[in-house]
């Protein structure tokens, strides 16, 4: 296919504009996607494991998160919600913030807020685990 047949499906204002295909849609998408089923199944478990602690007390509580399973589970589960919610806020910001400053400052922000949120919780349960 060559370039005179790719461009043919762009609007001359996208052509003199330059916009059209970022190349970075389909990764994200797969990214997206990647995240979510991970949240399915991660989050079958969370919930399945927060039910069989209702009742108990903190020790209890701190035993069961420091058992190595647990503890890698618990992990990737909010590596995984870190990364969709980022992942998700970057899409609506992309399509509602039309500013370009704010919206980079808005990305900006909700990323480092993901990565910092993502690091302290990790960081909690490392220290549970291995504390225990």
Same mark, same amino acid.
Request: proline residues 2%; without cysteine; glycine residues 10%.
């Given at each position: 296919?060559? /370039?005179?047949?790719?461009?043919?499906?762009?609007?001359?204002?996208?052509?003199?504009?330059?916009?059209?295909?970022?190349?970075?849609?389909? @990764?994200?998408?797969?990214?997206?996607?990647?995240?979510?089923? #991970?949240?399915?199944?991660?989050?079958?478990?969370? $919930?399945?494991? $927060?039910?069989?602690?209702?009742?108990?007390?903190?020790?209890?509580a701190t035993d069961a998160v420091s058992?190595?399973?647990? /503890?890698?589970?618990?992990?990737?589960?909010?590596?995984?919600?870190?990364? +969709? /919610?980022?992942?998700?806020?970057?899409? $609506?910001? @992309?399509?509602?913030?039309? +500013?370009? !400053? !704010? #919206?980079?400052?808005?990305?900006?922000? $909700?990323?480092?807020?993901a990565v910092l949120g993502a690091l302290?919780?990790?960081? #909690?349960?490392?220290?549970?685990?291995? #504390?225990?």
């Amino acid at each position: 296919m060559s /370039a005179s047949n790719g461009n043919r499906f762009r609007t001359p204002l996208k052509n003199v504009r330059g916009w059209g295909s970022a190349k970075t849609g389909t @990764e994200h998408f797969i990214h997206q996607r990647l995240t979510a089923t #991970a949240l399915v199944i991660l989050g079958l478990w969370f $919930v399945w494991f $927060v039910l069989g602690l209702v009742g108990s007390d903190y020790l209890t509580a701190t035993d069961a998160v420091s058992k190595p399973w647990n /503890a890698v589970l618990l992990v990737g589960f909010l590596a995984a919600t870190f990364w +969709h /919610a980022q992942l998700g806020l970057q899409v $609506v910001l @992309e399509d509602y913030i039309h +500013h370009s !400053l !704010l #919206a980079l400052i808005l990305q900006t922000g $909700v990323k480092f807020i993901a990565v910092l949120g993502a690091l302290v919780s990790i960081f #909690a349960v490392a220290r549970i685990a291995l #504390a225990g």
